[in-house]
């Protein structure tokens, strides 16, 4: 490996939630017991230096003494689009065709209020991500769920007629789509994503397609784009990104749309606009340069590799080890959901107090109900493999089999 993914850094009082929220918010992991440190497996951050060219080209910035109003850089949107040839394999994005969004549910809000009115349904699968959930319901939004289902080799499908019935029976005009979703990881394959776009073309709604997990992927897969699989897809499609998630930049802030449809970029423009918040910040502008530079390529290269080692090794000890706890193999993202109903109900306990056994312990991972998951924990491998491997030995000594 170039680039270091095995060193366990310090983040406790570096501005860094996964750790200093412990014990101290609703939803976050209580502190462990005595004896036992603590291993962040809960907030979607990662647990890795920043590439080097991050760090440089936001340090090259501060250099300059002066930070007053500015615009985006011609850079900017040439190296999102050279980002998007490269990777995705698309063609044909202009500048005009990239807005920034200060956050991706910030530009999920902006897209579905341009086209529905407080009160309407929004079609969104399940389980689903807790972000879509809150930022939905406090504006006032109907989510209308479309369970995705597990096949017979444990891979998470769209449920293509519930979808259909769905839409029609609660006359649904704007459906937000995942892709790779999360929290199950699926990376979708073309057929699917066209089929589900076909769908949306049927019942005439506008997609909202969050694909901010688009470059974290296991080796080997490929992420489609949803606008790329059709016309009207490209037509119909806010596409959202940021390189949040890929660079763990998320405490700097800075999303991007991709809107191909002029009528749709109006509208989405114009409903971001009326918050007067939704402004760029220079020094994310400059983070995202120094993230999209050719280093920054292979850096996520390197990542997707030790991802997908930290992958395999955590759903072969589940197997191995871990009696009546089922996972789906994540194609994408850095997440685990773990289906823990079978363990559960053989040892007469609820989710809640696996949770807790595993806090006690210092492993921080996250209670998945509020991602639709009945009984399911979530829990992040962006971790040094070491520290993977720790948190494993404990839940398997303490917790799963004490």
């Not at 549910?105 to 807790?130: E, K, N």
């Not at 930022?135 to 989510?143: P, R, V, Y």
Request: proline share 5%; net charge negative.
């Amino acid at each position: 490996m170039t680039y270091d993914f095995t060193s366990i850094i310090e983040r406790a009082g570096q501005d860094a939630m996964a750790v200093d929220a412990v014990g101290l918010r609703p939803g976050a992991p209580e502190q462990p017991a005595e004896g036992f440190d603590f291993i962040p497996m809960w907030v979607a951050d990662m647990n890795f230096p920043v590439v080097l060219t991050v760090q440089q080209a936001v340090a090259a910035r501060l250099a300059q003494p002066h930070f007053g109003y500015f615009s985006l850089h011609d850079e900017y949107f040439a190296k999102i689009i050279r980002w998007h040839e490269t990777r995705n394999r698309v063609t044909g994005i202009a500048p005009e065709h990239i807005g920034y969004e200060n956050g991706v549910l910030g530009g999920v809000i902006s897209t579905v209020s341009a086209f529905a009115a407080p009160g309407d349904a929004v079609l969104v699968h399940s389980p689903t991500y807790i972000g879509f959930t809150n930022s939905l319901t406090n504006a006032g939004f109907k989510i209308v769920h479309s369970p995705l289902k597990l096949d017979e080799n444990g891979v998470w499908r769209m449920d293509f007629a519930d979808m259909e019935e769905k839409l029609a029976q609660n006359h649904i005009h704007v459906a937000v789509f995942c892709s790779p979703h999360n929290p199950c990881g699926r990376v979708w394959e073309r057929a699917e994503v066209e089929r589900a776009m076909e769908l949306y073309r049927k019942y005439d709604c506008v997609v909202v397609s969050d694909e901010i997990w688009s470059d974290i992927i296991r080796p080997g897969l490929q992420h489609v784009p949803t606008q790329s699989v059709s016309e009207d897809a490209r037509m119909r499609t806010v596409a959202l990104y940021a390189p949040s998630k890929t660079f763990n930049l998320a405490g700097l802030v800075g999303s991007y749309h991709i809107i191909y449809n002029a009528y749709l970029r109006d509208r989405v423009r114009a409903q971001a606009s009326k918050c007067h918040y939704n402004e760029p910040n220079v020094l994310s502008m400059h983070a995202l340069m120094g993230a999209y530079e050719p280093e920054g390529y292979a850096w996520v290269d390197e990542l997707n590799q030790v991802i997908a080692g930290n992958v395999d090794y955590a759903c072969a000890y589940i197997a191995e080890h871990f009696d009546g706890v089922s996972v789906s193999k994540p194609q994408g993202t850095y997440m685990l959901f773990l289906d823990c109903t079978a363990w559960c109900e053989k040892h007469g306990c609820g989710v809640e107090d696996l949770l807790r056994a595993g806090w006690r312990v210092g492993v921080g991972w996250q209670d998945g109900r509020p991602f639709h998951g009945p009984c399911h924990i979530r829990m992040n491998l962006a971790l040094p493999l070491s520290r993977v491997q720790e948190a494993f030995a404990r839940l398997d000594k303490h917790v799963f089999n004490a």
